[in-house]
């Protein structure tokens, strides 16, 4: 299980189940089980503390901005 924080203010977003070993690139929308302090305005996800834009909503997933998020936590293996 991943926490997804925010890089500029280090706010916790959300928690992701990631499997595999690969980067993280998209986050399905099924796999977060809880939202902290993040929010959806238009087509984004920003983080409430500093309006920093972490991913863009498509149909399942987001779309992640890799300069945007750091994580912690364990992926689970395959």
């Known amino acids: 299980m ?11 977003l959300f928690k992701y189940k990631k499997i595999g070993q690969g980067r993280v690139l998209r986050c ?4 977060i089980t809880r939202v902290y ?9 920003v983080c409430k503390s500093c309006d920093n834009v972490i991913a863009e909503l498509k149909d399942d997933y987001l779309d992640m901005n890799s300069d945007s998020f750091t994580y912690t936590g364990t992926k689970i293996r395959k």
């Open 2 to 12: 991943l926490t997804i924080k925010c890089s500029k203010c280090k706010t916790k």
């Open 28 to 31: 399905w929308k099924n796999k």
């Open 37 to 45: 302090d993040g929010e959806v305005r238009g087509n984004s996800f």
